[in-house]
């Protein structure tokens, strides 16, 4: 009987926890400090556990276990702290003249990146309620630009250090209270690769951060995540003479009010469709997936953007922008209090837009369009920018 992973699994368990306080953050700067500790604590578990070894036959158990289990995570087996950090922020202002602004931050070598000036400066010069998205991406400094494998990484770790306990005979009560306290935390809901999206608000009044809840993955190319509806399966249902906007409202007109969630419906070049149905408790989320949905229009497949989001109830913004509903989706919504707004744009710069009633029909022919296109103005503006970029 030994305990000489004691240590090593004292470290397994530090750098989890700081996982997991990043996945339940809500400061923009805790987060990043959050992932950067999980790295400073995960790259000494090796270390912790050689530390420990006596014997030949200890030596040889953690050798052969290390390269059975750790060989596809080298940046595991380097301890240098020459990570190469990177955030890349970009912050919103729909129905100003510049929908986005884009920031990188990097940072190589010692030091965090929260003691950045320039990263602790920036939100501090905006003004009001600051809305912006940050990719958070790790790489090993020297290597190649594809982010460290996070969620491959945390499992060979698991692996190596049960199975080189069971190896080891470990039976210590210490042994057996690490493994416990690693095995409450979820390890395989973690993305795949090093690369977190968050969207956040910033009150620059009180210095307070808010980060969204969404309901949906994230991470990974911008279709990966989304519902494709192939050409050869038709259009959805409606009249033969319906455009896809047609169709697309008439999709959900056939679900409750209360199930309407804000939702992107991009138009391909073949006639597929991809779906990007999400759930925030953030406009910013709203912003962010706008922009994205401009990238993909950028790559030239896409003919025709169509998007819904719910609103409140006769509240405008700057710019005659309709107010994104950020409450709650369900005894509100139904007591009255929103709109549901649908708009579209294309390659050939035709825009279209219905805000329409939360009691609407299912009869779509009896939702008048607006007056004034205020929404595709404010919100869809930056995929407006990338069809005329491709298509002039």
């Not at 809500?26 to 556990?49: G, M, N, T």
């Not at 950045?116 to 958070?136: P, Q």
């Not at 190896?167 to 390890?187: D, F, G, H, Q, T």
Request: hydrophobic share 35%; proline share 3%.
């Amino acid at each position: 009987m030994s305990d000489v992973l004691y240590y090593g699994l004292i470290r397994f368990q530090r750098a989890l926890g700081n996982l997991d306080r990043f996945r339940q953050g809500q400061d923009f700067y805790d987060d990043l400090d959050s992932l950067e500790r999980f790295l400073w604590e995960f790259i000494r578990i090796l270390p912790a556990v050689e530390e420990q070894l006596q014997t030949e036959e200890q030596w040889e158990i953690y050798e052969r276990n290390r390269e059975r289990y750790l060989a596809g995570c080298p940046w595991v087996m380097d301890r240098r702290w020459d990570f190469d950090r990177q955030v890349d922020c970009v912050v919103y202002t729909p129905g100003q003249r510049t929908f986005a602004e884009s920031r990188t931050f990097k940072k190589s070598g010692g030091g965090f990146m929260r003691d950045d000036k320039e990263l602790s400066g920036f939100l501090e010069r905006k003004r009001g309620t600051v809305f912006f998205s940050a990719r958070f991406s790790f790489r090993k400094n020297g290597a190649d630009a594809q982010c460290l494998d996070l969620s491959e990484s945390i499992e060979g770790m698991r692996r190596f250090l049960f199975n080189t306990g069971e190896e080891l005979k470990e039976e210590a009560r210490s042994y057996r209270r690490m493994r416990y306290k690693i095995a409450r935390y979820a390890i395989r809901r973690y993305p795949e690769e090093m690369r977190y999206i968050c969207d956040y608000s910033f009150t620059r009044r009180t210095g307070s951060f808010k980060r969204a809840e969404i309901l949906q993955s994230r991470g990974g190319e911008y279709a990966g995540a989304r519902t494709v509806w192939p050409a050869q399966l038709g259009l959805p249902e409606g009249p033969e003479d319906a455009s896809f906007f047609k169709r697309f409202i008439g999709l959900y007109a056939r679900v409750k009010s209360s199930d309407i969630f804000p939702a992107i419906m991009t138009v391909q070049n073949d006639g597929s469709l991809i779906f990007d149905v999400f759930m925030s408790d953030l406009e910013t989320t709203l912003y962010r997936k706008i922009w994205e949905t401009a990238e993909w229009v950028r790559q030239g497949r896409t003919r025709e953007v169509c998007a819904v989001f719910p609103c409140v109830k006769g509240t405008w913004k700057d710019g005659g922008r309709p107010a994104l509903w950020q409450g709650r989706y369900d005894e509100e919504m139904q007591a009255g209090k929103t709109e549901v707004v649908f708009v579209k744009t294309d390659k050939d710069g035709h825009d279209e837009e219905y805000i329409v009633d939360r009691d609407w029909q299912e009869d779509v022919g009896a939702a008048a369009s607006t007056p004034e296109i205020r929404a595709s103005e404010a919100y869809m503006r930056p995929i407006k920018e990338a069809f005329a970029e491709r298509f002039g």
